[in-house]
């Protein structure tokens, strides 16, 4: 038992950084210097020194040339951090139902729709310039060129393209990933069927599960209204922090978009051991 919480607990620290996961998984095949790093994960190095130095703190990575200089340290995963590693790369929990967990699911690949990959895109090549866009995407293991309306892109690589525009014009924070899809949320195809329809802002609240249905094809959105309030809770879906705020901006870019002076808080999130995301809009 206390071998499964140190394990979880590792999980839960890695998983709330998008770049210590990647980072450490970097590090799986052998050890290395933080330019080899940030030159494999495409992160800044200051990025890339700072999750080594938290992965440090916590006994997944260790210094093993304390001696040398800046440029000559190399580093590598301990015992606890194999472990974790060997744990990320057999678990099927990142993107995969629950009832799937530990079970064969052959076919099963979660994707968001092309369209709202899209629109990103254009918000961002208006706030920063194609130069700057295709600066940005072009290690994306996707062709931007090639994502249609009605592509469906896969999961990861929805995340990886979102990592990669942090990495590229954010500070760490995700804070520029959910400013982003605050402008461009309400500009989505299916949010805009919705908006159109000028409902009262409760019952386009309630909508909100079948706008995701449409837009994702893993997971569960429930929605509870209240007295000018909805709270929207994601299930079963383990999402990166860029997703994390990624929906924090889409509801917030909808409320602004109907003209309310609201906030959306976020009050609960699976990567911090809870059962649900969730978000509170207020207005």
Not at 154 to 161: C, N
Not at 168 to 176: I, N, P, R
């Amino acid at each position: 038992m206390v071998a499964d919480a140190r394990l979880w607990e590792d999980f839960s620290f890695v998983a709330a950084s998008s770049y210590r996961e990647r980072v450490i998984h970097a590090l799986a095949g052998k050890p290395k210097f933080p330019k080899d790093l940030a030159g494999e994960t495409d992160l800044r190095i200051v990025h890339v020194s700072r999750a080594l130095r938290e992965m440090r703190g916590r006994g997944l990575v260790e210094l093993l040339t304390p001696a040398a200089k800046a440029r000559g340290r190399l580093y590598g995963v301990t015992a606890s951090g194999a472990v974790l590693l060997k744990y990320l790369d057999d678990s099927s929990r990142r993107f995969v139902p629950p009832a799937a967990r530990g079970l064969p699911y052959v076919g099963f690949v979660p994707k968001i729709r092309g369209s709202s990959v899209l629109r990103l895109l254009a918000v961002l090549r208006e706030a920063k310039g194609e130069a700057a866009l295709r600066d940005a995407t072009h290690s994306w293991s996707m062709d931007t060129e090639q994502v249609e309306e009605d592509t469906w892109v896969s999961v990861d690589a929805g995340a990886e393209l979102l990592e990669l525009v942090e990495a590229k014009f954010g500070d760490g924070s995700y804070a520029f990933i959910r400013s982003l899809f605050a402008q461009a949320g309400p500009s989505f195809p299916t949010i805009q069927a919705e908006l159109a329809r000028k409902l009262p802002l409760a019952t386009l609240a309630e909508r909100a599960p079948v706008v995701y249905g449409k837009e994702w094809n893993f997971g569960r959105l429930e929605v509870e209204t209240a007295n000018r309030r909805a709270a929207f809770r994601h299930y079963d879906w383990m999402p990166t922090p860029a997703m994390c705020s990624m929906f924090h901006g889409i509801y917030e870019g909808v409320l602004r978009w109907r003209g309310f002076p609201g906030k959306v808080l976020k009050a609960r999130c699976v990567r911090e051991g809870d059962d649900c995301c969730e978000y509170v809009a207020e207005w």
